[in-house]
């Protein structure tokens, strides 16, 4: 039953890509949002297919989510990349099931079965690929 209740909160905190404009305040912000879009527009030097992970931490309240919707809407980020996708991953999720909506959302086709929409080693692929 403990899981159940944790599945339910899980759910509860799942976050989407809208911002409430409304209740977004403070030059901090701002200085953190353009900060974070010029790292991630930023051209890469050399020509390899690197990576760039960008993590924002800290304690619940300090705005996490409403920085990463501002980043995630901001003009220059709407004109760097093709394809944007906002996965919201809580403490208890499914990796296949977050596969299958990443994929989705980028307009890609799931592996043909149903069974084949299901495994993982089936799914990368057809994300890198989306």
């Known amino acids: 039953q403990d899981r159940m209740v944790t599945r339910s909160q899980a759910v509860d905190r799942k976050t989407d890509p809208l911002l409430e404009r409304s209740g977004v305040v ?33 304690v619940g309240g300090i705005g996490k989510t409403t920085l990463s919707k501002k980043v995630f809407n901001d003009e220059a980020i709407q004109g760097k990349f093709a394809k944007k996708i906002w996965l919201s991953i809580t403490q208890v999720f499914n990796e296949v099931e977050l596969l299958r909506t990443a994929i989705t959302a980028a307009n890609g086709n799931l592996p043909g079965s149903r069974g084949g929409s299901q495994d993982k080693v089936l799914l990368v692929p057809a994300l890198a690929d989306a």
């Open 26 to 58: 403070g030059e901090k912000i701002e200085d953190d949002t353009r900060a974070l879009v010029k790292v991630l527009t930023e051209e890469v030097a050399d020509d390899s297919d690197s990576i760039m992970i960008v993590a924002i931490v800290g």
